[in-house]
């Protein structure tokens, strides 16, 4: 099939007896009942051929003809989203709150999925000061004050500057389990 040449395409061409419109193919007499756009700035306006003719035109119809290729890459991602603005994924743009991020040390992940514990999801958050500094030595009730105090010292080892190279986490939570460690000795007391 060859392509349409632009100074193929009478405009208009109408029967001038007939409700039926013509083809607008130089020489057809054909109906002209499928439409094909003028141009990419005219969308709205069309063309009507036959369908030998309409097939022609459309292998000779390039949308993206004449443009740059930022043009082009700009055109290809405004229609990617139906010509309508975007935001980014969330609150409209708003920074996320804390506890979504995996890599945030705010975040709690209540059901275990980024656990490397292997017994499962972890536990309900802790409603009492108690709960909260069991939580805090990952222990949960019942337990002893033995528990307790083995659990202390074992995260006291392991998280000491000296065995940690004076890493900053790593002292910050040794100090949230002496706080936890403290109230604990004030509650079995």
Known sequence: MRRVNQKEIDIPFEYPSSHERGCQFSGCRNSG?????????QLNEYYWFCLDHVRAYNLSWNFYAGMSEGEVEYRR???TVWERPSWPFGRFGEQRPAGDDPSDPRFHDSFGFFSDD????????????EQKALAVLDLAEPVTFQDVKARYKAL????HPDANGGDTEAEERLKSVNQAYAALKISFA
């Open 156 to 159: 006291a080892k392991k998280l």
């Open 77 to 79: 991602r405004h229609d």
């Open 118 to 129: 292997p017994s499962g999801p972890a536990r309900a958050r802790p409603k009492t000061e």
């Open 33 to 41: 009942i499928y439409r094909a756009p003028v141009g990419r700035d």
